[in-house]
């Protein structure tokens, strides 16, 4: 039973350009949720889909954008980037009909802006 | 906005004693988490807790759901050099479902 799949692993960027990352749930999952975990910090909440819609969002520009397919899988968009934005970017799913909060993250895609 | 105070930042301690973190918080949550995150690796789950006063184990690892809601502790006892890695509390409100706010880490380091 596959967990949750991030691509790509790594990934480097120029300041200014767009990034698209991608996310693959665990299976019977259908709700993803984003974070950013900058180095040596918490992971910070970006936003969560759930039936293909932005459900919840925390505190982060425009800039970042998500969409979630009818297959549950999930993209994060983030366009004109800056040097701050380089982290670790990590998905995270979850069956919302479950009782228990069975939160899976995938490994990450470790995203560096220069 | 919610805020998650996580102590210590790090701990160095031999193989086989026990280890004690706790996270605080500036408002309730009605569930508390706890991840264990290796390098180069997502957060992985140990221990949820839904209920406030709720005492949680999962082999050598117990955790607490504080009386107030805000806050939570974790026990490592008889600690192996497996245990290293950095360790997280995660807490969510009831009006936030899916959002999880989490503590800075607690850097564990095991000496054999």
């Known amino acids: 039973d596959a967990g949750v799949t991030q691509s790509p692993t790594h990934l480097i960027k120029t300041r200014g350009q767009q990034v698209t990352l991608r996310c693959s749930p665990k299976?019977?999952?259908?709700?993803v949720s984003w974070y950013q975990q900058a180095l040596g910090q918490g992971p910070q909440f970006i936003f969560q889909?759930?039936?293909?819609?932005?459900?919840q969002r925390g505190n982060f520009p425009d800039r970042f954008s998500g969409h979630q397919f009818p297959n549950y899988s999930s993209e994060l968009n983030v366009n004109a980037l800056l040097l701050g934005d380089s982290a670790l970017y990590l998905c995270?799913?979850?069956?919302?009909?479950?009782?228990?909060?069975?939160?899976?993250f995938g490994s990450g895609t470790r995203l560096t802006v220069v | 906005g919610q805020q998650l105070n996580q102590s210590p930042q790090s701990m160095f301690i031999q193989e086989g004693e026990d280890v004690s973190m706790n996270c605080t918080s500036s408002s309730i949550f009605n569930t508390w988490l706890w991840y264990k995150q290796d390098p180069g690796e997502g957060p992985v789950l140990l221990i949820a807790l839904y209920k406030a006063g709720e005492l949680t184990s999962n082999g050598r690892l117990t955790a607490q759901f504080g009386i107030t809601r805000k806050d939570s502790f974790l026990n490592i006892s008889a600690s192996i050099p497996s245990d290293v890695g950095i360790y997280f509390c995660?807490?969510?409100?009831?009006?936030?479902?899916?959002?999880?706010?989490f503590g800075q880490g607690t850097i564990l380091t095991v000496h054999p």
């Open positions: 995660a807490g969510q409100s009831l009006d936030s479902y899916g959002k999880l706010t």
């Open positions: 299976s019977g999952h259908d709700t």
């Open positions: 995270a799913s979850t069956d919302r009909g479950s009782a228990n909060y069975g939160y899976t």
């Open positions: 889909y759930y039936e293909e819609e932005e459900r």
